[in-house]
């Protein structure tokens, strides 16, 4: 079986800049609390109405097609993670294929929702394709645009200061090189904390059961039928939560235990990763678990302090950036992992 290789990286964030300074204008919040817990000092926000998650996501593909140096027409499979679509169906993936305008070639198009881990969920799924030779260039999104769904005022500011809109895309062909691309991927879940970092309204519980208590349905028969209520939007229901801490304690031990997973399973250490990209949490987060990986600064590449968190976006920015940055060469070892709600977990180890 051939192993899959990135082709071709792309991104695109919206231009508009919010500083932490920008957010204290709408929500009781402050620079100095959120880079002291979150290192996040800017953030881009979609314009709205112009933009979505799916107009976002086709700008990054199309970069990523034209720097794999091959046609859209050539892609055979779509895979696209967001927490974010356009619609609550169909999900973005078709969308993206009509965007990008090849409809005709009716490609499969598959949406994942696994939120931050999402990218490296559809690395995942892609790899596996690849490896059998049911495709041979798969498109890869992550794309999102939070802006649209955090609540903006004091009420939300746990949640919002840390979020960002912005995508990534990258193209998966398979390779001739021995013990090149993509060397192994692992991914897990467990539901326990199904609702503890989640947007779980609107839904198909419709209110009635679930949570009921910890997230404060004020009359559960009465919301039951419909997916949105107008009582969900009067009390400000219609917004992610997150359990912080919860979020934080497990994602510090998640990420080195899927890392080391991976690196056992190929007989490496954590000594010989050249570069770790870490989905975009939360810096601390990253920091954390650089020290429990005993990396180097050198070994880590960190850009939530101008992007926030983006989701299933944050892995190809950052992916992109790096590469950009000539900090990704050939022969390296890349090492990708991402933490999130679900929970959800994975990672990637790439021989460049
Ligand atoms: N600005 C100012 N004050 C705030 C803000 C804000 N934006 N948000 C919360 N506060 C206040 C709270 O109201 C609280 O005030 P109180 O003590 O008067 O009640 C105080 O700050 C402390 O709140 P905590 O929630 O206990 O703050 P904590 O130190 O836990 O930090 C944070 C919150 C940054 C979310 C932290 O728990 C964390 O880093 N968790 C990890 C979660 C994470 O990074 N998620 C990323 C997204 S999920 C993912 O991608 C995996």
Request: glycine share 10%; with cysteine; hydrophobic share 40%.
């Amino acid at each position: 079986m051939k192993n899959s290789k990135i082709a071709g990286i792309g991104y695109y964030v919206p231009d508009k800049i919010y500083t932490n300074d920008d957010l204290s204008k709408f929500m009781d919040t402050s620079d100095e609390w959120i880079t002291e817990r979150t290192g996040i000092k800017e953030r881009r926000f979609a314009e709205k109405h112009k933009e979505t998650s799916s107009t976002m996501g086709t700008r990054a593909a199309q970069m990523a097609i034209d720097n794999a140096g091959i046609n859209k027409e050539d892609i055979d499979f779509i895979v696209f993670a967001t927490l974010s679509a356009d619609y609550y169906f169909p999900g973005a993936g078709v969308l993206l294929q009509r965007q990008l305008g090849i409809t005709h070639l009716e490609a499969p198009a598959l949406d994942i929702r696994n939120q931050c881990s999402g990218f490296v969920y559809g690395l995942s799924v892609a790899d596996q394709y690849i490896k059998t030779g049911k495709y041979k260039n798969i498109l890869l999104v992550g794309a999102e645009m939070h802006s649209m769904g955090m609540d903006f005022t004091t009420n939300g500011r746990s949640v919002s200061v840390i979020f960002g809109d912005g995508a990534g895309a990258v193209v998966l062909q398979p390779t001739e090189e021995e013990g090149r691309g993509i060397l192994t991927t692992h991914i897990h879940s467990n539901g326990t904390h199904a609702e503890e970092l989640a947007m779980i309204n609107p839904g198909s519980h419709g209110g009635v059961w679930l949570g009921t208590e910890k997230f404060g349905y004020p009359d559960a028969e009465e919301m039951g039928g419909v997916f949105v209520t107008q009582k969900m939007l009067d009390d400000g229901l219609l917004a992610p939560n997150m359990t912080g801490q919860l979020v934080f304690k497990t994602a510090v031990k998640k990420f080195p235990e899927v890392i080391n997973a991976a690196l056992y399973e190929v007989g490496l250490t954590s000594k010989d990763i050249s570069l770790f990209i870490p989905h975009q949490a939360n810096l601390r987060i990253s920091q954390f678990v650089q020290k429990l990986l005993k990396l180097e600064d050198s070994q880590v590449y960190n850009n939530i302090q101008k992007y926030g968190n983006t989701t299933a976006a944050s892995i190809p920015i950052a992916l992109y950036e790096a590469f950009e940055e000539g900090k990704i060469k050939d022969g390296d070892l890349i090492c990708l992992a991402a933490f999130g709600s679900g929970f959800t977990w994975g990672s990637a180890l790439i021989r460049w």
